[in-house]
């Protein structure tokens, strides 16, 4: 008589866990890609390069800081759709964000 191996079972738990995961890693890919297609990892780089150097103009600076605080309402929308299951809501993106791309 063969004996059945319990140990590669997995619990209702074990599995709604993975899949809290799977969903939260998707949910962050998403939110990346959201970001880069804004602000492509170049641009970003060199308006951050910018901004240590003291090589913004005020006006950019401005939008550099409001370009921080999308990405930071990005993050948070990640993870509120995260922890509550609902649906991400995504912020707009403001104008000056996407100016403040092109020029860089």
Do not use: Y
């Amino acid at each position: 008589m063969s004996k059945i191996d319990f140990t590669k079972t997995k619990t209702a738990e074990a599995v709604a866990e993975q899949s809290l995961q799977q969903r939260a890693a998707q949910l962050k890919a998403e939110c990346r890609k959201r970001i880069l297609q804004v602000l492509g990892e170049h641009s970003l780089l060199n308006i951050q390069g910018a901004a240590i150097a003291g090589g913004l103009t005020a006006d950019q600076l401005k939008s550099f800081q409001t370009a921080r605080v999308w990405v930071a309402a990005n993050q948070s929308a990640c993870r509120v759709a995260s922890v509550s299951g609902d649906a991400p809501d995504w912020p707009e993106v403001p104008p000056e964000v996407t100016a403040l791309a092109a020029e860089f």
